[in-house]
């Protein structure tokens, strides 16, 4: 559940939802999204009375949105999956997941939508971080993960192959089952290597039919992005789409799980650089 402080803020957007929802065209739908991470109270105990060591209160983010399903879909439906395009780029910018509340409206109805609070009982930071980053240090950096994600948002085009590419890795990173990590990341790799590979933009539209690329034509690709933007995996293309195939056809048996934890970190950390060295380009073309 959300803490008691993003109910009362995202409660209190109800007067702008009203004023917003009685000018929004029927069959269009509106957010308004609160991006707010849970306070953190750190305590000790001396002589048997809690002293309080730190009260950490990080900024908040609202963003908002209006999207024309264009009558191929429901508003409603379609306004939760930008809720969700939004907090997959938020915790691409962070790196960690970012818990979201927000108000959905259509014309006639409106409804309150919280994701992301199963797992916020570990908070955001590491504990090594917050012994050593100030509360002025902490804030700046928060707000610096806003700060990109927003610029990220006005850049990168719905269903553009960078945006199929953030979307399918992190898919992944929100999956329970590793093994979906896994997948979620090599997918990513896969779309952003046969756009490469096609001379696709990372910013032009999906195509409607995924080119297909010979195994080791796809591990080339795949090593070129590792070689530019995560060079510490470069040449592990090959390894990492036979994983892909025997968790996808395990006609040999399922791989063990100790071999699926070894495989989803790095390639987790290395499409996230992928991604992050993409969306500089992308940035630094504007």
């Known amino acids: 559940m959300p803490d008691t402080e993003t109910i009362a803020v995202v409660s209190d957007l109800v007067p702008e939802v009203m004023e917003s929802k009685a000018k929004?065209?029927?069959g269009w739908a509106g957010i308004i999204l609160i991006a707010s991470i849970p306070p953190l109270r750190i305590t000790t105990t001396e002589e048997g009375k809690e002293v309080l060591l730190r009260d950490l209160h990080y900024p908040r983010w609202k963003y908002k949105l209006v999207i024309d399903p264009a009558g191929q879909q429901d508003p409603i439906p379609a306004a939760g999956q930008e809720i969700d395009r939004v907090r997959y780029y938020l915790a691409l910018a962070a790196g960690h997941r970012i818990p979201v509340g927000a108000y959905v409206y259509t014309h006639t109805s409106h409804a309150p939508v919280y994701r992301g609070w199963d797992d916020m009982f570990l908070g955001v930071?590491?504990?090594f971080e917050i012994e050593r980053l100030t509360d002025d240090q902490i804030y700046a950096t928060v707000q610096s993960?806003?700060?990109?994600?927003?610029n990220w948002l006005a850049i990168v085009p719905r269903n553009s192959v960078l945006d199929v590419a953030i979307e399918a890795r992190m898919r992944g990173f929100f999956a329970a089952?590793?093994?979906d990590g896994f997948i979620g990341a090599y997918a990513c790799l896969e779309s952003l290597a046969k756009g490469q590979a096609t001379r696709t933009g990372w910013l032009d539209p999906l195509p409607a039919k995924s080119p297909w690329l010979t195994g080791q034509r796809l591990d080339w690709a795949i090593d070129g992005l590792l070689g530019n933007w995560a060079k510490e995996q470069a040449g592990s293309a090959r390894s990492w789409r036979k994983a892909r195939t025997k968790m996808i056809h395990p006609i040999t048996g399922p791989p063990v799980e100790q071999e699926v934890w070894n495989l989803v970190?790095?390639?987790m950390s290395a499409s996230r650089g992928v991604l992050l060295g993409i969306l500089s380009e992308a940035m630094s073309a504007r």
């Open 24 to 26: 929004l065209q029927p």
């Open 125 to 127: 930071f590491d504990p």
């Open 145 to 150: 993960w806003y700060s990109l994600t927003e």
């Open 177 to 179: 089952d590793r093994r």
């Open 265 to 267: 970190r790095p390639i």
